[in-house]
């Protein structure tokens, strides 16, 4: 059969139900009763257990906003859906199966896959990244041939069609656009709603073909006539969240959610965050020298409040981030307190009499405590004119291992190190953890470069740390 260049493939079916599963398949020996042949890809039972016991361990501390736990692929296959197959074949299994394989030849070919994958599933693509891709599956398909299949006539089940199919994936993105405009996720998704749709046992598809023609009426004419919100089954949820509190003008990205602890801190508990405000404060140019006596005094006047909960707003569906230190969380809850945050570093820190230059780093850490600091008069000692709203986070950082994924964002951390209190807007998205055995942890993040603050590398800023 032949597969014309502009026939826009879907993705989700040919990756995560085929190739994935199949994949799994030649790694448990259980694809089509095939052995390895001359080669030697199989994991050993209790190897493949393990794995599968870690998958499910890994959904207590990974972020609910990731989607749905995965549960132990060595047990419970016949549950994992394209979503699950995904998730795991892009975070969980680089991870997992380090180290799990016989040969190392196979987890890299794995590893070439899910870089591949990566870049088809950008929001956009350049034409030197499809060109990229295209010449990465045919290597890819190539050494499959040579690992799986070994050129033996007797072994051509290991070569399907979907196999076949991968080397018109780059073609098909350059005709008709990057992955995410054509696959089967936003129809199977509907397809999902209408089995709900069906009340008569006796009549199903007339039940069926009713609800579709009044959901599309109703979707012409809230469309044509913008009455979205009349139509809508839900209130519309409108003005601010009861108990939530948000400042529109200073932090317009963060919303604080309860549970809250009025109770002011004492005192002796705030040095770091004293030591975070005199930086941020100091401003030589503007003639504002800050000590953390200042500070202390001024915090005296303000009302400081601590909040469990930030979630960022700057999109419909921003992630909730908790600080750990405040509130209780249930047994079964999933861990939602690693972050990833961006500060200005300076580089010539050890040296005494250098000019300060700072650089934009990027640190992964565990949310401590988050601080709401009012002052409701002005404050001149700090360089307030007016009443001011501040939102600081205290972390945890992670102390990262010099070891990578190459070619991943991944990385891999064993202990933790200082505690650094940054200002709420530097907060960048949730990331999941993944426990590697002998007091290590994998950090997952799946954000991709649109949730990275941009700037230039090595900016010059004299004896005043820029705002983040």
């Known amino acids: 059969m032949r597969f014309p260049h502009s026939f826009p493939y879907d993705f989700m079916h040919l990756i995560w139900e085929n190739l994935i599963k199949n994949l799994i398949k030649l790694w448990t020996g259980q694809f089509k009763g095939m052995d390895c042949g001359t080669g030697d890809y199989q994991f050993e039972k209790e190897v493949w257990q393990a ?114 199919a991968l080397l018109h994936i780059a073609p098909s993105i350059k005709v008709s656009g990057p992955v995410w405009c054509y696959w089967a996720f936003p129809m199977e998704r509907y397809c999902g709603k209408l089995l709900p749709a069906i009340r008569s046992r006796r009549f199903p598809f007339a039940s069926l073909a009713r609800h579709v023609v009044e959901d599309a009426r109703l979707t012409q004419i809230s469309t044509i006539y913008g009455v979205s919100r009349e139509l809508a089954l839900l209130p519309p949820r409108v003005g601010p969240i009861s108990g939530t509190f948000i400042d529109p003008v200073a932090y317009p990205t963060c919303r604080l959610h309860p549970p809250r602890n009025v109770k002011r801190p004492e005192e002796n508990t705030l040095v770091l965050l004293v030591g975070a405000l005199v930086t941020r404060f100091n401003d030589n140019e503007r003639g504002i020298k800050v000590t953390p006596s200042t500070v202390r005094r001024c915090l005296r006047e303000a009302d400081i409040e601590e909040w469990a909960k930030l979630q960022t707003i700057d999109s419909d569906r921003g992630d909730m981030m908790r600080a750990s230190e405040l509130g209780a969380t249930r047994d079964d809850s999933r861990d939602a307190s690693f972050v990833r945050y961006q500060m200005y570093v300076d580089l010539n820190a050890l040296r005494r009499n250098a000019r300060p230059k700072y650089e934009l780093q990027t640190f992964y850490g565990q949310l401590l405590r988050i601080y709401l600091i009012r002052f409701q008069q002005p404050c001149p000692q700090l360089g307030l004119s007016e009443p001011s709203t501040i939102i600081m986070a205290s972390i945890k950082t992670c102390n990262l291992l010099q070891e990578q994924i190459p070619g991943l964002d991944i990385h891999f951390y064993s202990t933790m190190g200082k505690t650094d209190v940054i200002d709420a807007t530097s907060l960048q998205c949730l990331v999941g953890r993944i426990n590697c055995g002998h007091n290590k942890w994998a950090i997952i993040d799946r954000s991709g470069s649109l949730a990275r603050a941009q700037a230039e590398s090595g900016i010059d800023i004299v004896d005043n740390e820029p705002d983040v």
Request: charged content about 20%.
């Open 51 to 164: 794995i599968g016991d870690a998958t499910a361990a890994s959904g207590s501390t990974i972020p609910s906003a990731y989607g749905v736990r995965v549960p132990n692929v060595a047990g419970d296959g016949v549950y994992l859906t394209a979503d699950m197959l995904s998730f795991w074949a892009m975070y969980l299994g680089p991870i997992l199966m380090r180290s799990r394989f016989k040969h190392v030849r196979y987890y890299n070919h794995f590893i070439r896959l899910v870089k591949l994958l990566n870049v088809c599933l950008q929001f956009e693509m350049t034409s030197e990244e499809i060109e990229d891709v295209r010449l990465g599956f045919i290597s890819w398909v190539k050494d499959y041939e040579r690992f799986y299949y070994q050129y033996d006539a007797e072994r051509l089940p290991m070569c399907p069609l979907t196999i076949h």
